[in-house]
């Protein structure tokens, strides 16, 4: 029998329950027994409504849990619940459970496409170091022989000079992009090595005061690695480029739950709505669509004049779910 016959059913016997009391008692009695009677009747449809409505309340209570990103939330229908709510739980449930197995497929995949990407960047930048940049390496050694046994100093003489001291110029951008396409040093020495080599690059470079603080108490997997190295490369250089920062602290942790990297910096600020609502300036929008693939959050927390905190948060466990890092507070 469906809910709304039951409560019709059971409303309708109380009212009729509170009839014959009513009915039978001395004319003396009569108002006390009717206050009683009403005031039984109005408890019990209360209750009923109540026990009517309990399935709603947890349909509710699990789509602000999913809304909120637990994704892990199930309707659990009361035992006695009507069967057109219970039914629409369990579709809800079904669709909750093919959303969390396309979620680990598309992680699974995106693991595979970012592990790809990598091999690539890594072939091409190993390319440029050991071929390109020894090639011109030579060509620097040759034009430095020729200049040196050369008998008198003529325009011939200069040019060549001046093709030595392009090779040279083209030498050390070609080296500085193999390292940017891909550091060697993260596969060999991992993260934290990693974002200090880039903190070193931008320090020697613009002088501004870079450091790097770890906290690692698991090791943090390729794929997630990677994403927080370019995340970090990102916002280092934003706050070269457009924060005009004097200095900024990199602090990478990881608990074997989840890796997190945090840049701040001292600059000039931004606004962080108006720069998203625009999609442009700072890589705001590249470095979320990175993490989304690794089901990663970011949150940015910057105003005008007040310095700029990055963070990003991984998670390592093999749910889909991840809380979204709280906004931090301007520095």
Same mark, same amino acid.
């Given at each position: 029998m469906p809910l709304l016959w039951k409560i019709v059913t059971a409303d309708l016997a109380i009212n009729i329950l509170a009839l014959l009391m009513v009915r039978s008692v001395d004319q003396e009695h009569m108002n006390e027994v009717m206050v009683v009677s009403l005031f039984t009747t109005l408890v019990l449809n209360a209750a009923?409504?109540?026990w009517a409505l309990l399935p709603l309340r947890g349909l509710e209570s699990t789509a602000y849990r999913v809304w909120h990103g637990d994704l892990d939330a199930r309707v659990r229908a009361p035992r006695f619940a009507d069967r057109n709510i219970a039914r629409i739980g369990e579709t809800l449930n079904h669709l909750l459970?093919?959303?969390?197995?396309?979620?680990?497929?598309? $992680?699974? !995949?995106?693991?595979?496409?970012?592990?790809?990407?990598?091999?690539?960047?890594? %072939?091409? +930048? $190993?390319?440029l170091h050991d071929s390109t940049a020894q090639s011109l390496g030579a060509l620097d050694l040759l034009l430095a022989a020729v200049l040196r046994d050369a008998p008198v100093q003529d325009a011939t003489t200069a040019r060549l000079r001046v093709m030595q001291r392009i090779v040279g110029e083209t030498l050390a951008e070609v080296r500085t992009l193999s390292h940017s396409? %891909?550091?060697?040093?993260?596969?060999?020495?991992? !993260?934290?090595?990693?974002?200090?080599?880039?903190? $070193?690059m931008a320090r020697e470079q613009t002088g501004i005061d870079a450091r790097v603080a770890a906290?690692?108490?698991?090791?943090?997997?390729?794929?997630?690695?990677?994403? !927080?190295?370019?995340? +970090?490369?990102?916002?280092?250089?934003?706050?070269v480029r457009h924060a005009e920062a004097d200095a900024?602290?990199?602090a990478?942790?990881?608990?074997?739950?989840?890796?997190?990297?945090?840049?701040?910096?001292?600059?000039?600020?931004?606004?962080?709505?108006?720069?998203?609502a625009r999609r442009a300036g700072?890589?705001?929008?590249?470095?979320?669509? $990175?993490?989304?693939?690794?089901?990663?959050?970011?949150?940015?927390?910057?105003?005008?004049?007040?310095?700029t905190r990055v963070r990003a948060v991984v998670p390592l466990d093999a749910g889909p779910n991840v809380a979204a890092p709280a906004a931090a507070a301007a520095p």
């Open positions: 009923l409504v109540y459970d093919h959303v969390t197995e396309d979620r680990i497929r598309m $992680r699974a !995949l995106a693991s595979q496409v970012i592990s790809a990407g990598d091999k690539e960047r890594a %072939h091409i +930048a $190993r390319e396409v %891909h550091p060697r040093i993260l596969d060999d020495l991992g !993260l934290v090595a990693a974002i200090e080599a880039a903190a $070193r906290d690692l108490r698991a090791p943090v997997p390729p794929e997630a690695a990677s994403v !927080l190295y370019r995340v +970090a490369q990102e916002a280092i250089w934003n706050a900024l602290r990199v990478v942790a990881c608990d074997g739950r989840a890796a997190s990297l945090e840049v701040a910096d001292d600059g000039c600020g931004f606004d962080v709505e108006a720069t998203e700072l890589g705001l929008f590249t470095m979320r669509e $990175r993490l989304a693939l690794v089901d990663g959050a970011l949150a940015i927390a910057s105003r005008p004049g007040a310095g």
